[in-house]
């Protein structure tokens, strides 16, 4: 197997430390100092702190997204598809993210001090609301399931950082029934 490069080791260190301890409180000294590279290797890759924080949301994005379309993939009914993506979520929750969600933290950090960043993390949640409403639509002709289902999703991830993942995944499960239940 390839060895991870420079770049590489810094984004996932990087991603760790900023998911563990929050943006403001990890410093460029931090992310030098645990992955044991100069200062000038850094900003070879990376002009800045934000610059680097915009890459790993761009990454975390893009795994977020392809791991859930793994799991969604072929679901040919709305029961299958809510369960399946509260699954993937569940799933994402379980490995990572329970630390609740990475593009909340940044929007709530950066807000009113970075903007590309602001914007990076609400446009996330617009992509992923747009991309659920337009799945459902598919199979109901409402963008009210797809709301509805992405409310639970943005309840699980809240939920995660105070009750047990099993309790969490059983409401959720019941408010997806609930939810087609109403809408039949």
Not at 33 to 40: D, L, Q, S, T
Not at 80 to 85: F, G, Q, R, T
């Amino acid at each position: 197997m390839k060895a991870a490069s420079k770049k590489e080791v810094i984004l996932n260190t990087a991603e760790d430390l900023f998911y563990q301890n929050g943006f403001h409180a990890v410093g460029v000294k931090s992310i030098l100092n645990e992955v044991g590279v100069a200062p000038m290797t850094m900003y070879y890759h990376f002009k800045s702190k934000e610059v680097l924080i915009i890459e790993i949301l761009k990454r975390r994005e893009i795994r977020y997204f392809d791991f859930i379309k793994e799991k969604t993939n072929g679901a040919n009914s709305f029961t299958v598809y809510a369960e399946s993506l509260i699954q993937a979520h569940m799933d994402w929750m379980k490995t990572d993210g329970f630390n609740g969600c990475l593009f909340l933290r940044a929007k709530q950090e950066y807000e009113g001090v970075n903007e590309e960043i602001t914007t990076m993390s609400k446009d996330h949640k617009t992509t992923l609301l747009n991309k659920i409403e337009r799945e459902t639509k598919s199979f109901n002709n409402s963008n009210m399931l797809g709301m509805k289902l992405f409310m639970i999703l943005e309840g699980v991830t809240s939920m995660a950082q105070i009750l047990e993942m099993e309790e969490i995944e059983k409401s959720a499960f019941n408010l997806a029934k609930n939810i087609q239940a109403v809408n039949e």
